[in-house]
C-alpha cells in the first residue's frame, strides 16, 4: 500500500525537478537573448560611421 504512494510521490518530484530545468533553460535562453541585443546596441553605433564611410567613399 505504501509503495504506489512513495512511486507517485518519486515521479511528482521528478517531474517537478524536470519543470525547473525546463525553466531554467529557458531562463538562460532570455537572458543571452537580452546579453546579445545589449552587445549589439553597444557595437551597432560603432560600426554605422564605419558601414557609412565605407558607402559614402564608393
Known sequence: MLLPLLLLLL??????????????????LLLLLLLLLLLLLLVLPLLLPFLYCHCHHH
Request: charged share 0%.
Open 11 to 28: 515521479l511528482m518530484l521528478l517531474l517537478l525537478l524536470l519543470l525547473l530545468l525546463l525553466l531554467l533553460v529557458l531562463l538562460l
